[in-house]
């Protein structure tokens, strides 16, 4: 008999604590000039995936956009300086 229960029933997964943490997350769409491919794309999600509280990066190459989801509210500095490192320009929010 199995049971997704801990003995003392609480029933806490992984899931759930996943689902909480994307609830208090932030996403901000951001204009990146420069990206053409998919090293782009390669370059930009590695550079600002290592910044703290960033859950994701996801990289529109052809609409030259840049989602990033955090953990509360953005370092629009620290994820401009991520963009530069990569050899990119982040021109604002989108």
């Known amino acids: ?9 609480s029933c806490s997964t992984t899931a ?3 689902a909480v943490a994307i ?4 996403a901000t769409v951001y204009a990146v000039s420069g990206m ?5 794309r390669t370059a930009i999600t590695q ?6 509280g960033v859950i994701s ?3 529109d190459v052809n609409g030259g956009l840049v989602t990033v989801t955090t ?8 994820i401009a300086a991520a963009v530069d490192d990569a050899g ?3 021109t604002g929010r989108a």
Not at 23 to 26: Q, W
Not at 71 to 78: F, L, Q, S
């Open 1 to 9: 008999m199995g049971s997704c229960c801990t003995p003392d029933n």
């Open 47 to 52: 550079s600002v995936g290592a910044l703290d």
């Open 23 to 26: 609830a208090e997350s932030t």
């Open 71 to 78: 953990g509360g509210e953005p370092d629009d500095a620290a």
């Open 88 to 90: 990119y320009e982040l």
């Open 16 to 18: 759930e604590t996943a």
């Open 36 to 40: 053409t491919c998919g090293h782009c």
């Open 57 to 59: 990066v996801d990289v």
